[in-house]
């Protein structure tokens, strides 16, 4: 199965690069960026690599903490493609200058590439190659074309103009020796770039990202017209080779999953007990009292029809709030979180009487990992900690070798797929994200009964009416939704009602659209919809006394508000 390896220098799109080529049926590694290039890594063997991608980075390829890539990158004669950072220091290790810029190329930016004339020549030894690869930029050449390698001579003559996504402070103000620019920047620094003699191409932005037009076929003609890849992945192979290793690694031990009842950890949870024996799994749930409303009886029905045979309901709602009160910093409430988590599945699990070493399983996505700062490699910085991956405790396990992450390579796009593979009911294979600290994490401020209950009557109302109503086209607005919810903000704002003064809670509305959660943008609401669902909220629960509708993307903002 032909290979493409990654170099992850801590961008936080580095598995999405991976998941794209994946989505193009091409099997993918992601290692460490300094990782030594053995011979082992890049043998002709059963996953034979055939070329290499040099992710971004958040550092600066000029100061001592960017990241270096073993020299032999260089020297090994694969194809190599530099995303941001990566082109950098490509740029910055053969001999051309990488600096600091007066102002951040940042977001959708055009990107001019030159026209067939001027991106060829007699001279060029890898003409024929960079021909190939600037077949990705060509607006006439469909993606099934570049999967099948069948790249025409394009009659594109002229320049042209798309729509590239930018992420980076630095840039190149003198390319390597060798290299050529075929692409430029709005603000005038080199935007696409390749190699006279080497199969070395680069790029000044991020393909991977959505929000960059054809930037799937421009990854697909590194892979299929540069690389010579041939289409070899997929979900089920994907599922056969977890589960042998799930097997392998496990045994005959027991195994916990913590479960909440989303998307990710009921999809663990199906994975698990379609590849173990039932009677070793225990699934766990902790009814933590910041969870939405009727949780615990939606969870319950839907575990049993997987066929759980151990099912463990622990109500700790006064632990948790206990465990809250007082606490306002994001961080510390979620630390509280997680560290209570652990300690109170490692009490119930003693109640159990399940025998050492049992393994902790979970339903970690990479994005949690990535966001986490526990990426691959160990240059990605921190942007929120996760209960799953932050703790002290959990650390613990991780380090001692008990803990299970089925599904911590995937975006919550390909778990969803990976759910209705295994049999898990489409409702909850289309459940909107829930966050692991649940509603305290949607409570600005000090979490306590009262506001989770505000909270939980307001949020279900919105889903409700969300999962009622329709687009213009006829689908559930959940649907179109990848994800919805409402914030209790730590602001009183005044009103009338019944012709009385009254101060009530503020709520906002949060719906994004997104295709893997790394970036997202504002669902565009119907205003009629929107004004409705305020009125009934408002209505509804008489501590709301108004409400907003957040209307931040991802980035600047996380999808979460705290």
């Given at each position: 199965m032909d290979t493409i390896l990654i170099l992850d220098f801590g961008s936080q799109t580095t598995q999405l690069i991976g998941r794209r080529i994946r989505d193009l049926g091409v099997y993918t590694e992601i290692i460490p960026g300094d990782s030594p290039l053995s011979a082992k890594i890049l043998a002709a063997g059963t996953n034979p690599v055939r070329g290499i991608i040099l992710s971004g980075s958040p550092e600066s390829v000029y100061t001592p903490q960017g990241a270096v890539p073993d020299q032999g990158v260089y020297t090994c004669g694969l194809p190599l493609l530099g995303i941001c950072y990566g082109l950098q220091r490509m740029t910055y290790d053969n001999g051309g200058l990488v600096e600091a810029l007066h102002r951040r190329e940042y977001g959708g930016m055009e990107v001019t590439v030159k026209g067939e004339t001027e991106a060829s020549g007699p001279t060029l030894r890898n003409g024929e190659l960079i021909r190939k690869f600037l077949a990705g930029f060509d607006p006439a050449l469909p993606l099934d074309a570049l999967v099948n390698a069948a790249i025409p001579r394009s009659s594109r003559s002229a320049a042209h103009s798309f729509t590239a996504w930018m992420s980076h402070g630095d840039s190149l103000t003198r390319l390597a020796p060798g290299f050529r620019e075929y692409g430029v920047s709005a603000a005038g620094f080199p935007a696409v770039a390749a190699h006279d003699t080497e199969p070395w191409f680069g790029l000044q932005f991020h393909p991977e990202v959505t929000h960059t037009e054809r930037g799937l076929e421009i990854l697909a003609a590194f892979v299929f017209g540069v690389c010579g890849c041939k289409p070899g992945w997929t979900m089920e192979r994907y599922i056969e080779e977890v589960r042998v290793s799930l097997r392998e690694r496990v045994g005959r031990s027991p195994v916990l999953l913590l479960i909440s009842g989303g998307v990710d950890s009921t999809v663990a949870g199906a994975l698990l007990l379609k590849t173990l024996d039932a009677g070793q799994v225990h699934l766990m749930?902790?009814?933590?009292?910041?969870?939405?409303?009727?949780?615990?009886?939606?969870?319950?029905?839907?575990?049993?029809?997987?066929?759980?045979?151990?099912?463990?309901?622990?109500?700790?709602?006064?632990?948790?709030?206990?465990?809250?009160?007082?606490?306002?910093?994001?961080?510390?409430?979620?630390?509280?979180?997680?560290?209570?988590?652990?300690?109170?599945?490692?009490?119930?699990?003693?109640?159990?009487?399940?025998?050492?070493?049992?393994?902790?399983a979970q339903g970690t996505l990479y994005t949690d990992l990535i966001e986490s700062g526990k990426g691959v490699g160990k240059k990605a910085h921190l942007i929120k900690s996760h209960h799953n991956v932050g703790s002290p405790l959990v650390d613990a396990k991780r380090n001692a070798g008990h803990?299970?992450?089925?599904?911590?390579?995937?975006?919550?796009?390909?778990?969803?797929?990976?759910?209705?593979?295994?049999?898990?009911?489409?409702?909850?294979?289309?459940?909107?994200?829930?966050?692991?600290?649940?509603?305290?994490?949607?409570?600005?401020?000090?979490?306590?009964?009262?506001?989770?209950?505000?909270?939980?009557?307001?949020?279900?109302?919105?889903?409700?009416?969300?999962?009622?109503?329709?687009?213009?086209?006829?689908?559930?607005?959940?649907?179109?939704?990848?994800?919805?919810?409402?914030?209790?903000?730590?602001?009183?704002?005044?009103?009338?009602?019944?012709?009385?003064?009254?101060?009530?809670?503020?709520?906002?509305?949060?719906?994004?659209?997104s295709a893997d959660g790394m970036t997202a943008d504002v669902y565009p609401f119907p205003i009629k919809d929107l004004l409705e669902i305020s009125t009934l909220i408002t209505n509804t629960v008489k501590d709301i006394g108004r409400v907003t509708y957040d209307v931040s993307s991802k980035p600047p903002a996380t999808i979460e508000w705290e």
């Open positions: 749930y902790l009814d933590t009292g910041l969870m939405r409303k009727d949780e615990t009886k939606t969870v319950t029905a839907a575990l049993e029809r997987l066929g759980a045979r151990h099912l463990h309901i622990v109500h700790c709602e006064e632990e948790f709030l206990s465990a809250l009160k007082g606490l306002t910093d994001p961080e510390a409430k979620r630390k509280a979180i997680g560290d209570l988590f652990i300690t109170i599945q490692e009490r119930e699990v003693a109640r159990l009487g399940l025998p050492e070493p049992y393994f902790l803990i299970v992450e089925p599904l911590d390579r995937l975006y919550k796009d390909e778990v969803r797929r990976l759910g209705r593979l295994l049999g898990v009911d489409e409702e909850v294979v289309r459940r909107h994200p829930f966050p692991g600290p649940g509603l305290a994490v949607r409570i600005l401020g000090e979490v306590t009964r009262e506001k989770c209950d505000i909270l939980r009557d307001a949020d279900a109302i919105y889903i409700e009416e969300l999962k009622k109503r329709r687009s213009a086209a006829g689908d559930r607005l959940y649907d179109e939704i990848w994800q919805a919810f409402a914030v209790l903000l730590p602001v009183r704002s005044v009103g009338v009602a019944g012709d009385v003064r009254k101060y009530g809670w503020v709520l906002a509305l949060r719906a994004i659209v």
